[in-house]
């Protein structure tokens, strides 16, 4: 697994990435599984690692083709995007959950923001002057 997570293209990216700043791994990785048709609730990654930094980046490797109904890896598209109105639904999520970290704000159960993603469809049929509509992307998509 190290020479996948730890290879120098890798690095190089994300060196990339950070204008010239090579970057440093967490000493602890660890290979993210799921059973079939399981799921792991939709969250974002900066609310459990982040720990007050807003330079961390998380990636995800599939190491296979996998089918929608594997328990893929869902992108919530755009939602990485720094300059979005503050009239988008991206947006009001940034000043909401996505600004929380697990330790300091003492959330309680998963920390997930749902465990249904159609959640966030109804946050934009309830936002109907906001900006943009969240379209969801599995590794099969791109």
């Known amino acids: 697994m190290l020479h996948v997570i730890e290879n120098p293209y890798l690095y190089d990216i994300f060196t990339s990435i950070f204008h010239g700043i090579h970057p440093v791994t967490f000493d602890y990785k660890w290979l993210r599984t799921m059973y079939h048709g399981g799921n ?22 599939p190491l296979d083709n996998i089918a929608l109904d594997m328990s893929v890896l869902a992108i919530l598209e755009g939602s990485h995007r720094m300059d979005r109105s503050e009239n988008d639904i991206y947006t009001k999520l940034q000043h909401t959950y996505a600004d929380m970290d697990v330790e300091r704000d003492k ?29 969801w992307k599995t590794t099969g998509d791109f």
């Open 40 to 61: 792991t609730g939709c969250h974002m990654d900066r609310v459990y690692m982040n720990r007050g930094s807003s330079e961390l980046l998380t990636c995800w490797i």
């Open 107 to 135: 959330l309680q159960g998963t920390g997930w923001f749902t465990e249904d993603p159609m959640e966030f469809y109804h946050l934009n049929e309830a936002c109907q002057s906001c900006d943009s509509h969240p379209v």
